[in-house]
């Protein structure tokens, strides 16, 4: 193994989109490899936690320049994720923190 194969790696990540399997076949490591670069280094994981961030700040860059097109379905897609808390969502969420607690739930039959 080369002395720069986490250099390596980190160089193909960002270029293969941040995809683990991808970047592992392509320089010719074992996913536990990665793992266990990941595990044990600090710096490493960092690395690959800013790689990952850098693509979800260009997907997020790509989506507001649709949105700024006036793409609906982009705009939609955007309230439905960023926009939960202001009631912008197709479903409930339930949290909850402690013990069990069983909950009946019943659904209207349609007509």
Aim: charged content about 35%.
């Amino acid at each position: 193994m080369r002395k720069n194969d986490k250099g390596t790696f980190i160089e193909v990540f960002s270029k293969k989109a941040a995809n683990i399997g991808e970047t592992c076949r392509a320089i010719g490591i074992s996913r536990q490899t990665f793992y266990n670069w990941k595990n044990d280094d600090q710096d490493f994981a960092e690395k690959i936690f800013n790689a990952q961030e850098d693509l979800l700040d260009n997907a997020e860059s790509k989506l507001q320049e649709h949105i700024n097109n006036d793409d609906k379905i982009c705009t939609m897609f955007f309230l439905k994720t960023k926009g939960k808390s202001r009631g912008y969502s197709e479903r409930q969420e339930i949290e909850h923190q402690g013990k069990n607690v069983n909950i009946e739930i019943q659904l209207e039959k349609p007509e």
